[in-house]
């Protein structure tokens, strides 16, 4: 089963709420280390897989993309991009991304942010978006780190009077489906390791051009419970390059 939290109304209501849904780009934590990892856009063709509000899209078409489709499963997703980010150059397109089937060379770039994690079958999907892009077409991408989804519940371990005492990792190498809590409601997502993420990529002729394990940036770190991510990687960034001979 395809995973769409977001059209759940309670759940989008509370995304809504959050920083990243608010201030877009800038209020999301690893925007500034994913932003080193995107290419140039000029005169490529774009296609963002879960684009969710449309920011990287919007990014993508001011810094001159010629194309930009942006795809999510979610129909709220995709009325709140519309509304949010239109532009010239960006069409929104409902589907999950295991149903898009495209031409081969459609696109220079894809991207996808924190979406993959909710994707049962990531091999499938590397093989299409293999397909889809040009020789030394790029593929950046984040999802939720290995460390924070191995265990599955996503919270903390607290003592006696609510204190954080450490962040549980267990069953890593037991990969598959968690019944993760975000934003207070039971989600499913895929736990997979840091090595199926970087060999399935390099099986698929891929080579990889940079892994970054983003840390809270300085200014945020204000930010109720920013400190205590230090404690422990959130998220994983990877940017990767269709190899020539493929």
Not at 77 to 88: F, G, Q
Not at 115 to 124: K, M, N, P, T, V
Request: hydrophobic fraction near 40%; aromatic fraction near 12%.
């Amino acid at each position: 089963m395809k995973e769409n939290p977001y059209d759940n109304s309670v759940f989008f209501a509370k995304y809504g709420e959050m920083l990243r849904s608010k201030k877009g780009l800038n209020g999301a934590g690893e925007w500034r280390e994913f932003q080193k990892l995107l290419p140039g856009f000029a005169g490529k063709r774009v296609l963002d897989l879960g684009c969710g509000y449309g920011w990287h899209c919007s990014y993508a078409a001011e810094h001159g993309a010629v194309t930009v489709l942006g795809t999510d499963i979610s129909e709220k997703m995709i009325r709140t991009a519309i509304r949010k980010n239109s532009h010239p150059q960006i069409t929104y397109h409902l589907a999950a991304m295991e149903d898009l089937d495209f031409a081969d060379a459609s696109f220079d770039v894809i991207l996808s942010s924190l979406a993959l994690h909710y994707i049962e079958d990531y091999e499938s999907l590397i093989q299409k978006i293999s397909t889809w892009l040009v020789k030394d077409g790029q593929f950046v991408f984040s999802v939720e780190h290995p460390v924070f989804t191995a265990y599955g519940n996503q919270d903390w371990y607290y003592g006696a009077d609510g204190e954080i005492l450490h962040f549980p990792v267990d069953h890593y190498y037991y990969e598959g489906k968690r019944d993760a809590v975000f934003l207070g409601e039971h989600v499913t997502k895929y736990h997979r390791t840091l090595t199926t993420y970087l060999q399935i990529l390099l099986q698929n002729g891929f080579s990889i051009l940079d892994v970054i394990e983003p840390m809270p940036p300085e200014d945020m770190m204000d930010l109720p419970g920013m400190k205590d991510e230090m404690r422990r990687p959130m998220m994983l960034l990877i940017s990767a390059q269709k190899q020539a001979d493929r």
